[in-house]
């Protein structure tokens, strides 16, 4: 499977600041995801990282809100803007290569707002 | 509407006992997929199995079973002889279709396992 890695691990924010997280695959991937899990929840699909177009959003969750590149088929950024106390979560990249059915896990940004 | 049910929030076992892992799920579709992740304190989601809809042989791996049984809609986890190093949360997640990645989660189960 393929080695994921995200940037920053966890980070301590100010309400009303922005946060890029990064996603880093070591192989050519189709598919790119992110996630988010507030404490103590599951995990909640936010968008779908789409190479070289918009990302797919889901139900509740806006591109103003949470911003995301995908210039190309190993990196995704996800943006967490304008934080308040209520984003403190593990944010989760994931990849799925074609014919797998399965995605795989980068170790999560931990954020915490103040 | 797809659905993943975990009715059990936490388990604590000492260890070398045996524990199963429920997970109950709802789908309209003939096409799925099942899998199990464990999230370890430290964050990230191990992937330990996936499973499709037309394949309900159970799977065994060291001291991981599972158990797929579509006539009662169920995939559960069961860990012979647990260690503390099994202490985490599990997932079970279902994907409709092929292709779709789109996962549901089941809201996991917290395993704690004492020396």
């Known amino acids: 499977s393929a080695v994921i890695s995200q940037k920053p691990s966890r980070d301590i924010c100010q309400r009303g600041t922005s946060l890029t997280i990064q996603c880093q695959v070591d192989s050519q991937v189709t598919m790119m995801f992110w996630y988010r899990q507030q404490p103590g929840q599951s995990l909640t699909l936010i968008a779908t990282?789409?190479?070289?177009?918009?990302?797919?959003?889901e139900s509740g969750f806006v591109i103003d809100k949470f911003p995301i590149s995908r210039p190309n088929l190993t990196f995704s950024t996800l943006t967490v803007s304008n934080m308040s106390p209520e984003d403190s979560s593990i944010y989760l990249c994931s990849v799925g290569a074609q014919g797998e059915e399965t995605q795989y896990f980068g170790p999560g940004t931990r954020l915490l707002v103040l | 509407a797809q659905k993943v049910t975990q009715a059990q929030t936490e388990i604590s076992v000492v260890e070398k006992e045996d524990v199963t892992l429920d997970c109950v799920y709802e789908?309209?579709?003939?096409?799925?997929?099942l899998f199990w992740y464990k999230q370890p304190p430290s964050g990230e989601l191990v992937f330990l199995i996936r499973?499709?809809?037309?394949?309900?042989q159970n799977e065994i791996s060291g001291r991981y079973s599972w158990n797929f049984q579509k006539s009662t809609s169920s995939f559960n986890f069961t860990i012979t002889a647990s260690q503390v190093v099994d202490s985490a949360v599990y997932f079970c997640?279902?994907?409709?279709?092929?292709?779709?990645?789109?996962?549901?989660f089941g809201t996991g189960t917290r395993l704690k396992v004492l020396a």
């Open positions: 997640a279902l994907s409709e279709g092929w292709g779709t990645y789109k996962y549901i």
């Open positions: 789908t309209r579709d003939t096409t799925y997929y």
């Open positions: 990282a789409n190479q070289g177009s918009e990302a797919t959003y």
């Open positions: 499973r499709n809809s037309f394949d309900e």
